[in-house]
């Protein structure tokens, strides 16, 4: 079993930036491909930015790529997901999420065996 733990989410102006970092324990944490996504009120659970095991390879959604940088560090078993230039479209419930099975980091749901509880990001306008 793998536990995730999310943090630094939290209120911030139109363009401003946060750091999303996932705490990562158990017995597969660091070997698999990890990803973040984002679940908006009354819509569905959406790939934000994923990476690869070993960290040398990531993939974004549609429009995310430049604002959105994701890392991993495998020694302390965390990563982390860098916003900028926020938009008030950017508020959600962010996951931290990660595979049990797979090393490179796919753009989908199907791909993720492991999820984190969410931290809220809320960007005013």
């Known amino acids: 079993q793998v536990q995730l733990v999310e943090s630094g989410g939290g209120l911030v102006q139109t363009g401003g930036s946060l750091r999303l970092s996932c705490a990562a324990s158990g017995r597969t944490a660091g070997h698999y491909a990890m990803g973040w996504f984002r679940q908006a009120p009354g819509k569905e659970r959406e790939f934000v930015a994923g990476v690869n095991w070993s960290g040398d390879a990531t993939i974004y959604a549609d429009g995310l790529k430049g604002r959105f940088t994701i890392a991993r560090d495998n020694v302390r078993n965390t990563v982390t997901l860098q916003m900028n230039n926020l938009k008030p479209e950017d508020t959600a419930v962010y996951y931290c999420?990660?595979?049990?099975?797979?090393?490179?980091?796919?753009?989908?749901?199907?791909?993720?065996?492991?999820w984190g509880r969410g931290t809220q990001v809320t960007v005013s306008s």
């Open positions: 999420a990660t595979s049990g099975r797979l090393r490179i980091a796919i753009p989908g749901r199907s791909g993720y065996d492991y």
